[in-house]
């Protein structure tokens, strides 16, 4: 996954860790990275849930370590993506998507079945996660 970046060259998809506070790692952040001019940014995909969890740490968080793809289901799809290959082409990443989205399906599915509320809002969070998404390429 690429983007154009403002210096004109291509930006390339890294899985990073970003460090909160200088004492909040943060790690499976998918960011697009320029290596020309050394430009950095948070894909717009997980931006509004990464800002989230920074929030939700407060102003003066606890040492600590975090796994972004565990709370953002864009960044485990990618962090997926990347254990395949090093930088995953489009059509790859929509596979998985499309897998992903499958799959959540079926488990709203049965959380409906069981009549389990807080299944189906985590599961309607993680189809919003996904549906966010602006594909780069």
């Known amino acids: 996954m690429r983007k154009t970046c403002h210096c004109g060259e291509t930006m390339t998809m890294k899985l990073r860790t970003v460090i909160y506070s ?9 960011i ?3 290596t020309t001019c050394s430009r950095s940014e948070v894909i717009p995909e997980v931006k509004p ?14 040492k600590g370590t975090f796994l972004f793809n565990e709370c953002n289901e864009w960044a485990d799809l990618l962090v997926e993506a990347k254990a395949n290959k090093q930088q995953p082409e489009l059509h790859e990443v929509e596979a998985l998507i499309e897998q ?3 799959m959540l399906l079926d488990l709203h599915l049965l959380a409906q ?8 809002a985590d599961i309607n969070k993680r189809l919003q996660q996904i549906s966010r998404r602006k594909l780069h390429t």
């Open 32 to 34: 697009f990275s320029c």
């Open 113 to 120: 079945s069981l009549d389990d509320e807080a299944w189906i």
């Open 49 to 62: 849930d990464l800002t989230g969890l920074i929030a939700q740490l407060g102003a003066e968080p606890d």
């Open 22 to 30: 200088g004492k909040v790692e943060i790690d499976n952040v998918p």
């Open 100 to 102: 992903r989205v499958n």
